[in-house]
């Protein structure tokens, strides 16, 4: 008998798969998917059998980091303090999701440990942000944002990304104490994180799936042409048709609509910085010669 169900886990070629009524099993794909050269991923909707996956339902997105497939949106966690929050970590975020065709929600952590004077100082720039996404402030302890939190994610397939050290597993331990998922301390020396994920795996979480994984956590640019970028920032998009030029890269151009607000401050300052940033980083890229390349 064959039913539908989703792939939540992937360990050692076997395939985890939750259908309707939650009941859970483990498969291997038929040998077919292998000579199709088709990798079966946590997040895909599939049918199955009492012996395996036979066939894969079309995907509406398909991420290479982290390997999961049919995301809604991703949780992007950056925190407050310890580690210092980073407009240019924010931006590199929000430009990969945004080019995978991916929402971002933004959270803030670890907001009841910072001054508050700092905290409002960060908030009144982070506000620049909520013109174009979803922004909610989060603390583990006091569990402010909790119910947003958990609002947002409902009947979606999440992934958690962000900042490495700024509390994503403890955010998911706060909500729901039951997932346990494992911690580690703040390396006070090294002032950042260590990763304590191993493995790509949705996790009900409230009324939908979250997926506590490195995500987007090379945050690398590889695949990518600097002129590219400016499509990626939704609120230069916005201005562009305002440009003298059409092609402008929002960089050096005479007549830039982009520059123009930045400079009457329009534009929140550490937003173009990152934009700069990301621009000449991928400049300075040394170009990579695939094997297929002629």
């Known amino acids: 008998m064959e039913k539908e169900g989703r792939i939540i886990k992937l360990i050692g070629g076997l395939y985890t798969v939750i259908d309707e009524e939650k009941n859970k099993y483990i498969l291997k794909p038929l040998g ?32 290479y980091r982290p390997m999961i497939a049919n995301v809604d949106q991703v949780l992007l966690v950056n925190s407050a303090i310890s580690p210092d929050f980073s407009f240019l ?16 929600i933004i959270i803030i952590t670890k907001v009841d440990l910072l001054e508050k004077s700092l905290l409002e100082a960060l908030k009144a720039k982070i506000n620049y942000y909520e013109k174009f996404y979803k922004v909610i402030y989060f603390s583990a302890k006091t569990l402010e944002g909790k119910e947003e939190i958990l609002n947002v994610t409902r009947n979606k397939v999440n992934v958690l990304a962000g900042q490495t050290g700024a509390g ?19 390396s006070k020396a090294l002032g950042r ?48 048709n305002q440009c003298k030029f059409y092609e402008c890269t929002h960089i050096h151009e005479p007549g830039c609509a982009i520059i123009t607000a930045y400079q009457e401050g329009k534009i929140l300052k550490e937003r173009y910085e990152s934009y700069k940033n990301i621009y000449n980083e991928i400049k300075l890229q040394k170009p990579i010669y695939r094997r297929d390349d002629k």
């Open 89 to 104: 970590l924010l931006d590199k975020f929000i430009t990969l999701i945004v080019a995978n065709g991916i929402k971002p």
């Open 193 to 240: 994180g260590k990763h304590t994920t191993r493995h790509v795996e949705l996790i009900a979480f409230g009324e939908g799936y979250i997926a506590d994984t490195p995500g987007f956590s090379k945050l690398e640019f590889l695949d990518y042409q600097a002129n590219q970028i400016r499509f990626y920032f939704s609120d230069f998009f916005e201005l562009s």
């Open 168 to 186: 994503k597993s403890s955010l998911l331990n706060a909500i729901d104490s039951k997932l346990n998922i494992q911690t580690n301390e703040i």
């Open 32 to 63: 077919i998917f292998r000579h199709k050269n088709i990798q079966p991923k946590v997040g895909d909707l599939v049918v199955f059998n009492q012996d395996s996956i036979i066939d894969l339902k079309e995907r509406k997105n398909d991420l």
